[in-house]
DNA sequence: GCTATGA
DNA sequence: TCATAGCAACGCAGG
DNA sequence: CCTGCG
C-alpha cells in the first residue's frame, strides 16, 4: 500500500497529512486522525493559553509506546504560515520557537505526532518575567493521588493566606499542578526564590507528608514531591487540555476546588473524554488567566526583596 | 515525521 | 539511492 | 569535582 498524503484545509491553511491511522496510543487504539481531531475539537479553549507563548514539544511518531523526542526549534520543512519567536539562548544558540495561535497551528503539531506541548510560563512580551507561578505536585511510587489533593489543599491555604489564589489542574500522569497567575512583575529568580520559600512553609507543615528534595533517593517513597524548581527561563509544564503519551491518552485537566475534595478521578480526563467536558463545564484555566495579582505583596510576606530585582538572603 | 548527511 | 542521525538543556543540590 | 534530577 503505498503512502498516503493528503492536503488538507484547516481554517484557511493549507497542510499535508498522513498516516492518519497510525495508532499512537497502542491500547487505546487512538489514532493521528483521533488526535488531530481532538486537537481542533478543543482548539477554542486550548488556543488562548497557547498564545504568545514559545512552546517546547515531545513528538512521538512512533506512538506513545515508542520512544520519542523534544523539540523546540522549528525543524526545516515548518509551513511559512507557522508564527515562530527567535531566541538566543545563554549558549549564544539560536532557537525559532513555535508559537500557536491558529487552528491550523495545532493541526500541523498533530501530524508531527507532538503528542505534549509545553508553554513557557511567560510570554514573548515579557520573556524574562513569568505570568505563572508554577507547584508540580508529584506522588512517590507508594504515595496516592489523594495524598496529592492534600498538599495542593495546603498550597492553596498558604497561598490564601499571602491573598493569592491557586487554580489546580490533573497532569494527566499521577499528580497535580497548581497554577497561580501574576503579573508579569518580577524576573524569574524571584519568581523562582518565591516559589522555594512557599514551598518550604507547605513541607515544614506536613513534614511527613511532603518533600521538596529533588534527589529521589533521598524522597520518602510515600511523600509527595512538592516541586517548584519548575519555575525558570525556558522551563515547562504540559499545556491545560494537553494529551500526554501513556495509557488511557490522558489530559492535563482544569478542576475546581470543590471537585478535588470530593475525590475526582483524574483518569477520567482523557482525549476521549475532554471535549464533552469542555462543552458542559467551558473553560475553568479562563478564570485563571483572568485572576493575575502582583506577586509583590506576597513577596514582602516571604522576606523576599523585590526592589533589588533578585532575591536577597533570608535575614535570621 | 521529516530533513540533512554521508556512503 | 539509501540508511541513519538528529531533533533540549542546565542549574542546582547531594555526595 | 561528578551525577541525578526535572
Redesign the pocket.
Known amino acids: 500500500m503505498a503512502e498516503e ?1 493528503l492536503r488538507v484545509q484547516v481554517a484557511g491553511r493549507e497542510l ?4 492518519l491511522d ?1 495508532v ?1 496510543w497502542p491500547g487505546d487504539g487512538l489514532t ?1 486522525a483521533d488526535f488531530i481531531g481532538y486537537l481542533l475539537q478543543v482548539a477554542p479553549y486550548l488556543l488562548p493559553h497557547l498564545r504568545d507563548r514559545p512552546l ?1 514539544c515531545t ?5 506513545a509506546g515508542a520512544p520519542g ?5 522549528a ?3 515548518t509551513p511559512p504560515w507557522v508564527r515562530t519567536w527567535p531566541h538566543r ?3 549564544g ?1 539560536r ?1 525559532r520557537f513555535i508559537l500557536a495561535d491558529e487552528p491550523a497551528t495545532l493541526a500541523w503539531l498533530g ?3 507532538a503528542i505534549e506541548i509545553h508553554p513557557w510560563l511567560s510570554t514573548i512580551h515579557h520573556p524574562h518575567r513569568p505570568d505563572w507561578v508554577v507547584f ?1 505536585l ?1 506522588p512517590g511510587p507508594r504515595a496516592t493521588f489523594a495524598m496529592a489533593v492534600e498538599v495542593a489543599l495546603l498550597v492553596r491555604q498558604v497561598l490564601a493566606a499571602l491573598e493569592l489564589e491557586g487554580y489546580p489542574k490533573t497532569s494527566g500522569a499521577t499528580g497535580l499542578h497548581v497554577f497561580v497567575p501574576i503579573l508579569p512583575e518580577h524576573p524569574y ?1 524571584v519568581v ?1 526564590e518565591f516559589a ?1 520559600r512557599l514551598a518550604g512553609v507547605v513541607e515544614r507543615l506536613r513534614p511527613a507528608l511532603v518533600t521538596t ?7 520518602p517513597p510515600s511523600s509527595v ?1 512538592l ?1 517548584f ?2 519555575n ?4 515547562t509544564l504540559v499545556t491545560v487540555y494537553g494529551p500526554r503519551p501513556r495509557p488511557g491518552a490522558p489530559v492535563s485537566m482544569p478542576v475546581t476546588w470543590d471537585e478535588l475534595e470530593r475525590g475526582v478521578d483524574p483518569g477520567t480526563f482523557t482525549l476521549r473524554t475532554a471535549p464533552a467536558r469542555l462543552q458542559q463545564v467551558g473553560d475553568l484555566w479562563a478564570l485563571a488567566e483572568a485572576g493575575r495579582r502582583s506577586l509583590t505583596p506576597a513577596c514582602r510576606r516571604l522576606g523576599l526583596d523585590v526592589a533589588a530585582g533578585r532575591p536577597l538572603p533570608s535575614p535570621v
Open positions: 498524503r499535508e497529512v498522513s498516516h497510525r499512537l493521528k517546547v513528538r512521538y511518531p512512533d506512538g523526542f523534544y523539540q523546540k526549534d525543524p526545516a520543512g539562548t545563554r549558549e544558540r532557537i501530524q508531527q505526532a508540580d508529584d529568580p523562582t522555594r528534595v529533588r534527589a529521589v533517593a533521598q524522597r514531591y516541586d524548581l519548575q525558570g527561563l525556558g522551563k
